[in-house]
């Protein structure tokens, strides 16, 4: 099949960008999205033209780095699907397709559809983790966990960091993110301990780095690649009050 | 204070002042409907609250101070969720939100400039002095606020601007319940769907209980 793309070229972070059109011809339906980008990257580099940047990893959908919106849509029209798991059949012949990167102030564009998103990596870094004592492994079990609370924890730590849901939001918040980071680690009995502090110093990074605030738009859970579901903020602002109670007390 | 510079602890003071509001909105629309019952039950109505004196000046303080709070991290919020994103997508396409979540700004906009000019009309009689319930008595002797709202509301300009304050509120309320419940951790799984039914429907029994009064004057159905 056949398409033309409009795809955001930047030189730079600090340069303008703008959507250039592009025709890429005879793609298979069996190729992923990525593939079809390869395709057209080498024939752009034949032709001795600066080929698309963009970023990607493992290509089986578990690792969060590609990173496209597609057609207004984080990752594309196909439902909890990264880009590289999309497949071209969900295209038809004769499609434009747009494709543009990230966009929020706190992703800055560093070249094509590349941007910076090491701010979730700060927001991690201010209390996403929990504090043990180092030595040998724990016997398995010691702790006991609640079926229910691992099962949602679970639910909570397939997030992949990709950024989606900053991508989808009207408010370029990272509140979902947030939320599934805050919540896998906190219906843990080990993350029990932090709880409190965790929940205050995420939720300021997040703020820190640039991010909107939630308007409970929902756009965050339908884009999601891993379908986190929004009942995880609805979790974070309760262990947010639990906290503000527990710093008035 | 922390908790204000917090983006949950503003969403917090967004959703509580939000649902105090809802709180009035409904009691208001209760108020409203004794003018079905005629002069005698909206004046009566009327009458009595005038009897609360200078607590009506404390509840009004109340108000005024939640309203306040409202529109100011409103506003604040919808600045901050704007720089976050300074550069536009050239295709975007919504796929949850709403065309209420969109436009909370506009209506909560269109809300605060319709509260003034209701009070102004029918609290402060500013505007139309001459229908003024303060100036106007009824047979009993009591404030005719019946009379007010009947001739109010007989013009058709005055009633179209109600009715269309008045979706713009009910189209604010059907994001701003569920979003509040939201906010204040209220949802789960279970929860959620209903929630957000039950905040619809509210939304809805209040557009037709408030436009239930011009389209009776204008129907003739309440007359002076």
Redesign the interface.
């Known amino acids: 099949m056949n398409l033309t793309l409009?795809v955001?070229r930047q030189k730079g972070p600090r340069e303008p960008g703008r959507?250039e059109q592009y025709s890429a011809e005879n793609i298979s339906t069996e190729m992923s999205f990525l593939e079809m980008l390869d395709v057209v990257n080498e024939g752009l580099i034949r032709s001795g033209r600066e080929p698309i940047a963009f970023d990607h990893d493992c290509r089986e959908g578990i690792c969060g780095t590609c990173s496209q919106?597609i057609?207004?849509?984080p990752h594309g029209p196909q439902e909890k699907t990264t880009v590289c798991q999309l497949h071209m059949r969900n295209f038809k012949d004769g499609d434009s397709i747009?494709i543009?990167p990230w966009?929020?102030?706190?992703f800055p564009v560093i070249k094509d559809l590349v941007v910076d998103r090491s701010a979730l990596d700060r927001v991690i870094q201010s209390g996403g983790y929990i504090s043990v004592h180092t030595g040998g492994v724990p016997d398995a079990n010691a702790v006991l966990v609640p079926k229910e609370d691992a099962e949602a924890a679970m639910d909570a730590a397939e997030c992949i960091g990709c950024g989606a849901c900053v991508a989808?939001c009207?408010?370029?918040?990272a509140?979902l993110f947030t939320a599934a980071k805050v919540s896998h680690l906190t219906l843990m009995p080990q993350g029990k301990v932090e709880a409190a502090r965790r929940v205050?110093v995420m939720?300021?990074a997040?703020?820190k780095e640039?991010?909107?605030?939630?308007?409970?738009?929902?756009?965050c859970?339908?884009?999601c690649p891993k379908g986190i579901?929004?009942?995880f903020?609805?979790?974070?602002?309760?262990e947010?009050?639990k906290a503000?109670l527990k710093?008035e007390a | 204070m922390q908790f204000l510079k917090s983006s949950i602890g503003r969403k917090i003071v967004m959703a509580l002042s939000g649902l105090i509001m809802v709180l009035f909105v409904i009691a208001h629309m209760l108020g409203n409907a004794s003018v079905f019952a005629g002069p005698d039950g909206i004046n009566a109505y009327a009458a009595k609250l005038q009897g609360f004196g200078p607590f009506i000046w404390v509840f009004r303080l109340i108000m005024l101070s939640v309203l306040s709070l409202h529109v100011y991290f409103g506003i604040l919020l919808t600045l901050e969720n704007r720089a976050a994103r300074p550069a536009a997508y050239t295709v975007k396409k919504d796929l949850r939100s709403t065309f209420a979540s969109r436009t909370m700004i506009w209506t909560g906009l269109v809300i605060a400039v319709y509260l003034v000019y209701h009070l102004l009309h029918f609290t402060f009689h500013v505007i139309n002095p001459g229908i003024s319930s303060a100036v106007n008595v009824d047979a009993s002797g009591r404030p005719d606020v019946f009379r007010m709202v009947v001739l109010g509301l007989q013009d058709l300009f005055t009633s179209f601007i109600y009715i269309a304050a008045v979706i713009a509120s009910a189209l604010h309320l059907t994001h701003g319940i569920q979003s509040a419940f939201q906010t204040l951790g209220g949802n789960n799984d279970r929860t959620f769907p209903v929630i957000t039914k039950a905040g619809t429907i509210a939304a809805g029994i209040l557009l037709l209980g408030y436009i239930s009064i011009p389209l009776a004057v204008i129907a003739g159905v309440l007359k002076h």
Do not use: D
Request: aromatic share 12%; hydrophobic share 45%; with cysteine.
């Open positions: 409009f955001w959507l919106v057609n207004g849509v747009y543009e966009r929020a102030k706190a989808a009207p408010n370029g918040s509140m205050c939720t300021e997040m703020l640039g991010f909107g605030n939630c308007g409970n738009h929902y756009e859970q339908a884009v579901s929004v009942q903020i609805a979790k974070l602002n309760r947010f009050i503000a710093a």
